[in-house]
């Protein structure tokens, strides 16, 4: 089939060139599989932070929205399960919103960044 030396040469040159290709593709899938994990890792750092500096800001606004109401209901205890009745009725609106609020967001966030190899 290969009967003079060129199309061995050919060959072996055709194998070398895939061999750097298969290297190169390896090389941009560590690339492109990094960027990707560098922007969910900071993505996820920062919706912990947030999450965090919002907890902590909500605790004193009811904390302070507490002593408000001790006047008008007549009492701090009462006052504290008014909050706590409020924060029940939103854990309860977030748990059954849960798929619109958190599932779905989530989601759509991982699969616009893994499947869509599109560039903006």
Do not use: C, H, W
């Amino acid at each position: 089939m290969f009967a003079d030396d060129k199309s061995i040469n050919n060959l072996q040159q055709l194998f070398l060139e895939f061999k750097k290709y298969l290297e190169l593709q390896k090389e941009y899938t560590k690339l492109e599989l990094t960027e990707k994990l560098t922007i969910l890792i900071s993505t996820l750092l920062m919706v912990l932070i947030l999450i965090s500096l919002t907890m902590m800001t909500l605790f004193y606004l009811l904390l302070a929205f507490a002593y408000v109401l001790e006047p008008i209901v007549g009492g701090l205890m009462v006052s504290f399960a008014i909050i706590a009745a409020i924060n029940i009725v939103l854990i309860a609106i977030v748990y059954l919103f849960r798929r619109q609020l958190i599932i779905n967001p989530i989601v759509n966030f991982l699969a616009g960044l893994f499947l869509n190899s599109k560039k903006k």
